[in-house]
Structure formats: C-alpha cells, structure tokens
C-alpha cells in the first residue's frame, strides 16, 4: 500500500534533494501510516460491499439509491484522504509553491457556504442550523492561495460538522488591512480534540488518540497549511459550550482596487 504512495510521491516531484529525507521522515510516522491504512481499507471495504448489494435483487430502488450514496461518499473520503497526504508530503519535503491567483474573496466565500449546505444535506444533518455572516464589501479582489485556502477551510468545516450533532455552525469571514480571517464556531463537543491537534506543535502526539483517522488527518494538514501560509490560528470554547476556531490569513490587494476593497459597515448574516 505505501509502497504506492512512495512511488506516487516521487512522481509528484517531491523527492529532489534534502526533501527525500524529510519524507521519508513522514514515511517512518507509524501511526500516521497505520491510520492512513486502516482509513484506505475501510473505504474500499464499504465501496466493494455497496457494490454487491447493488446488484442484489431484492433490495429495493430506494435502498439502491441509498447505496450508490454510500459508495459516492466512500470515494470521496478517499479522494480528500489521499490529497491530504500528498499536502502533508508537500509540506515535510519543503517543495509547497507560492500558488497567488486573484479571486474574489466575496465570491469564494459564499461558494463555500454553499458547498457546506450541499455536505449538510447529503450528511442528513437536519438537526443543524448553518448561520453565515460577514462584513465584506460586495467585492473584493485580492491574490491568495486560493486551493489551499479553501482546504483549510473545508477541513475545518467538517471537523466542527462531526463533532456537532444539534443545534448550529457559523461560518464567517472579515477583512481589515490585507488580512483576511476566516471563522467558524458550532455548538459541538470537539473543543478539546481539535485544539490539541490544531494548536499543538506536535500534533502527532494526539493524533495516536484519536478513533477518527480522516477528521484528524484534516485537522493536522489544516494546521500545516495554514502555518505555511504565514497564517496564524486561534482555538476557544464558544459560548455556546462548542468550538471557535479563527484563522488568520495574509493576502495582497489588487492594485487600483482599493475603493472596491473597503470594509461594510454592515454585517451581512444568512441562515
């Protein structure tokens, strides 16, 4: 199975020079390895026997519809499992580029709330309010890593969408100065959890706690990224008992833009 990924990372060119020994670094983390593993046999598992009972007669259309979720999910874990790991081999060989394209932080940011209310949904999480807010200006172009940004971000989102089980996640966004901060806060019990492994300088030490390979996994590149970036991250329990996690992100303004970029006064909230 790592023999693979080995292969796979040298394809990915991040072998050259001293970044061979930084991830075979990586390569020599047993319990990264053996989660990582573990969450690879699992999906394949699920997506095999879904395939099975698809073909099985006496089930129902909609239970085959039911199964064709389930393997569409699969999939996908697997898909943001193995991007994750080719980040994290990114970042331990030190090959990560500066990737800056201008973007509307306005747009990416309501594409993004979108995206959670579509995960919501397909994850059957009626039980939970999505409260979405900001107090940007109807445009904003700056240059960022957008990619990453966005991971960041989806990683995020779905460590507080698994760690609540009722009540509410705020997705946010503000900008002052060429800073963008990005924040989400829910009403789960992840707090814990996820600020040992967002803010730990050896987030590995917890990850060997944690039941939920993939969730960690998102938590520890999320941190990784947003070091990277020149990011800074904050951790706090909410006031509603859950979670607050801010991070802090600098971006450049486009030039000849500065009237469109200034800060509303109004704070724009969505449910």
Known sequence: MFEILRNACKDYSLTAG???NKLNQMFNKPQILAGV???VRTQMNSIVAFSYLMNNAR???DDRREFSDQIITSCEQLIGLFENFFD???LESGSIREDLRESDAVKMFESLASQFRVLMRKK???NI???QEDDLPDKLMVRMNTARIERIINNLFRNALDNTFSGFIKFGCTYRDEIITFYLKDSGQGFTRSSQLLLSDNPEIHYSDSQDTYSAMNLILARNLILALDGSIRVEPSDAGGTSVYITLPVRES???KILTGTST??????
């Open 18 to 20: 001293t970044g061979q």
């Open 37 to 39: 593993s573990h969450e």
């Open 59 to 61: 089930f129902s259309d």
């Open 88 to 90: 994290t081999a990114a």
């Open 124 to 126: 059957g999480k009626d």
């Open 129 to 131: 309010v999505l409260i």
């Open 255 to 257: 030039s000849g833009l």
């Open 266 to 271: 109004e704070k724009k909230i969505a449910i």
